[in-house]
């Protein structure tokens, strides 16, 4: 690790401290103003961003209390002319109530002002009003609430215009009619128009929908829009259903991929919300000048911070150079070349002076030194170093000293030892000779050891050889016994299914002997009938009659067949017997024939031990063989290593001899 270090540190380009200051200082300026400047922006806009959300808050709250001031003032005025006891008058004709709507239109700024039934059909009223309410918003909130509604802003005759609608009842709360007035929009764009939210803000009012009603500019009301299909997105729905639930706030949004700030609150008395936006950009042009002009003064500053450094870096690096120039001619051995003195600053001057008189010490310890150091080289060594040595260089002078001394405790030693290895040499030369010729004569005998090794390595591969051929007899003769054993469990197997079939055959004939003697008591009974039945059982007689004889015959035949069995049973009786004891003979044969071949196969484990054994040794012998001639070698090159020694150890004492010690 630490050289790769040192590598790279070699191959980086070396750089003066001219160059470090101005580096060091500008990376330091430009990192502060970076960091101001990031700073700056991130505080900017965070308040920025806070004043607008609380401001667009606090205008749209103040704007949607505005509008329903407004709404509130002609749901009042309809309310004042819903007053009137001429309304409920059931004696008025359709003329006199038609003159009654005419006097209300001419006092209050109405488009048209209008007088429907419960059906929502116009009873009287204004020629531009209307025939029929039905389907309209405002019809559908005074059928359900039956109380003063607003409904949406509508397009009509050129005109845009907002209508208020109320009912009219008669002293028992019975409904009459409606009365209905259209307004001009302008009571609503007015506040809309004068809500300052930059140039490209919006302003509109939606209802429970999310449907656009109301929007700053005019020429855009004509679009049916709703804000869910306008700006859908995730996050707008979120802000938009928090808006839709009449709630009051400020939000960061973007619509159509542009950054808003977007406010909106609940239009009082009504089911509106009033929701503003302005673009980012609008309000953030200030805040980018700004930043854009501290990035120029920085810019600015840096550029007069990076020319006041160069000016100083060149001051320092001025002063330092003289004490840098002397010291690369000190470091080449250069002690006579005066110090040029700075005196532009006080750590220059310092450095410079400090380093003439290092010099100026320098030059006198290594005079001092040489000249001491010549008195040695030259073989005198009873002086003591002389000289003024200060500081750290007075341990130089002890440490000459100690070496002076310890040369002279050094070289008494070396001539005593010299004397001493003189007379060792000798005697380690007398020494050497018996161990050179002892070392002949073990070899020589080793030599013939080996020879006595090799021939008992050759008796023994004999033994060997013969043990094998021993062992592959025992192996055959055991094949054959194996053999022979088989084929005798084979006999006796045989010999033994044969004395079955004999018994078998025993009973068999037993059996067909007490048949005959059944044929033939048969045949006696059959001839005492036939002679009982006279003329008629002579021929049933002679029948009777051949069955005896035939009857005699078999028992004959059996009487001699069993004779024969008895016979060939007592043979093999005897022939089992004799089989039986040939086994006994062949297992016996078999056992003598394994413990022969057991035998046969120690002899070969034990003559393979003695010829590992053998060689073992033979491989001891050589390596004592080697040593031998190792030794022998060795002596002789001790004999001539102490020869030179005592050549050398005279010469020695010649050069002890020679120097000048103290006494």
């Known amino acids: 690790m630490r050289a790769s270090k040192i590598k790279e540190s070699i191959k980086l380009p070396k750089r003066s401290i001219k160059q470090i200051i101005i580096r060091y200082v500008t990376q330091l300026s430009i990192s502060l103003g970076v960091i101001l400047v990031i700073l700056m922006i991130i505080t900017s806009l965070r308040s920025t961003s806070s004043v607008l959300h609380d401001n667009l808050q606090i205008t749209a709250r103040i704007s949607a209390q505005n509008i329903s001031s407004n709404i509130h003032l002609l749901l009042d005025r309809m309310d004042s002319m819903a007053q009137k006891p001429e309304w409920s008058d059931i004696n008025m004709s359709a003329a006199e109530m038609q003159q009654l709507i005419d006097q209300c239109e001419e006092r209050v700024e109405f488009v048209w002002i209008a007088a429907y039934d419960t059906a929502g059909a116009k009873l009287y009223g204004d020629s531009l009003a209307p025939t029929s309410i039905m389907g309209k918003d405002y019809y559908d909130y005074l059928v359900r609430t039956q109380n003063l509604t607003v409904g949406s802003p509508v397009h009509q ?146 550029i007069y911070i990076t020319k006041r450094t160069v000016q100083i870096a060149d001051q320092i690096s001025g002063s330092l150079s003289l004490a840098t120039d002397r010291l690369a001619l000190l470091a080449a051995g250069n002690l006579k070349e005066e110090v040029v003195f700075a005196d532009n600053n006080q750590e220059a001057e310092t450095l410079t002076t400090a380093l003439a008189s290092t010099i100026s010490s320098l030059s006198t310890y290594i005079d001092n030194i040489t000249g001491y150091l010549g008195l040695l080289s030259s073989g005198d060594y009873s002086t003591q170093a002389d000289g003024i040595f200060n500081g750290d260089f007075v341990a130089i002078r002890e440490a000459m000293t100690l070496i002076t001394d310890a040369l002279n405790e050094t070289m008494c030693h070396i001539q005593q030892a010299s004397v001493a290895v003189r007379n060792n040499s000798s005697e380690t030369t007398i020494y050497a000779k018996k161990l050179y010729d002892g070392s002949i004569e073990q070899s020589d005998a080793l030599k013939r050891l080996t020879v006595k090794m090799n021939l008992i390595t050759d008796k023994t591969d004999e033994i060997d050889d013969n043990a094998q051929r021993v062992k592959q007899s025992a192996g055959a003769a055991k094949e054959r016994v194996d053999e022979g054993q088989q084929q005798m469990k084979d006999m006796l197997e045989t010999m033994d299914s044969i004395h079955r079939d004999m018994q078998e055959i025993i009973t068999i004939s037993q059996l067909i002997e007490d048949i005959s003697s059944q044929t033939s008591l048969l045949s006696l009974n059959a001839s005492i009938e036939a002679a009982r039945a006279g003329e008629a059982g002579k021929g049933f007689a002679v029948v009777a009659q051949e069955i005896g004889h035939l009857s005699q015959q078999t028992a004959d035949a059996l009487e001699k067949t069993g004779a024969i069995i008895g016979k060939a049973s007592v043979a093999i009786d005897q022939g089992m017997q004799t089989a039986q004891n040939t086994a006994k003979s062949f297992d016996k044969v078999n056992q003598a024939t394994s413990e022969f071949t057991e035998i046969s196969n120690n002899l070969i484990h034990i003559t393979m031990q003695q010829k590992e054994a053998i060689d073992t040794v033979s491989q001891e012998v050589q390596t004592v063989l080697t040593i031998a001639d190792t030794n022998q070698q060795l002596a002789r090159e001790t004999d001539e290593t102490v020869a030179v020694s005592m050549k050398q150890a005279e010469e020695l004492e010649q050069i002890v001899s020679m120097v000048k010690l103290r006494a």
């Not at 019975?174 to 007035?181: A, E, I, R």
């Not at 009603?213 to 049916?224: F, G, L, Q, T």
């Not at 000048?289 to 920085?298: E, G, H, K, R």
């Open 157 to 302: 005759d050129g005109l845009w215009q907002l209508e208020v609608g109320i009912p009219i009842v008669n002293e028992g709360g019975d409904l009459l009619f409606y009365l209905v007035g259209s307004y001009k929009y302008d009571l609503l764009n007015d506040v809309l128009s004068n809500i300052n939210i930059g140039g490209k803000g919006i302003a509109y009012i939606v209802d429970g929908e999310g449907t656009i009603i109301a929007d700053k500019n005019i020429a855009d009301m004509d679009k049916v829009r709703n804000l869910y299909e306008l700006y859908g997105s995730g996050v707008n729905r979120r802000v938009f259903d928090a808006m839709l639930d009449f709630r009051t706030d400020s939000k960061s949004v973007y619509l159509k991929g542009v950054h808003h700030y977007m406010a909106y609150s609940p239009i009082a008395g009504t089911n509106w919300t009033l929701l503003i936006a302005a673009p980012g950009a609008d309000f953030l042009g200030t805040l980018i000048w700004s930043v854009a002009l501290s990035i120029l003064i920085i810019i600015g500053l840096q």
